[in-house]
C-alpha cells in the first residue's frame, strides 16, 4: 500500500508564533502547560520557539499526511512522524494542520505526543 502524500502546499505552511512560544512552550498556559512539559523534555524552550518552528517544518512537512475532516474553513490534515528535539531526544509526535478552503495554504493547527508508533 502506498504512503499517503504530504500535505498539499506544504513549502507555503504558516506557523502562527504564538501557538507555539504562547501555547506548545508556555508552562503558564491553562491547558498548553501539559504539552510544553512534553516538548521541553525534549530539549525546547519557550525563549528559542524558532527551533521549534524549523524542526515541525524539516522533520513533519516532509513527512505523508493523513486528510481529515473537511468544513467550510477548508480540510484538517494529521501528520504522524518523529520529532527530535534540539538535545537529540526523539519521540512520536502528531501535528495538525489546516489546509485553508480559501487560499489553499497550510495552517499550524496543533502538535502534541503521539504515543507508540
Aim: hydrophobic fraction near 40%; proline fraction near 9%.
Amino acid at each position: 500500500m502506498d504512503n499517503p502524500p504530504c500535505l498539499p502546499n506544504a513549502h507555503l505552511a504558516e506557523i502562527d508564533p504564538l501557538k507555539l512560544h504562547g501555547y506548545l512552550l508556555s508552562t503558564s498556559h491553562e491547558v498548553g502547560q501539559f504539552e510544553a512539559r512534553f516538548f521541553m523534555a525534549l530539549g525546547y524552550a519557550a525563549s528559542d520557539w524558532l527551533t521549534l518552528e524549523a524542526d515541525l517544518r524539516i522533520q513533519h512537512l516532509t513527512q505523508p499526511a493523513e486528510p481529515g475532516a473537511t468544513n467550510p474553513m477548508g480540510q484538517t490534515f494529521t501528520i504522524r512522524a518523529i520529532l527530535t528535539g534540539p538535545d537529540g531526544r526523539s519521540a512520536n509526535v502528531i501535528s495538525v494542520w489546516l489546509v485553508r478552503a480559501d487560499s489553499g495554504i497550510p495552517h499550524f493547527v496543533t502538535a502534541y505526543p503521539g504515543g507508540e508508533r
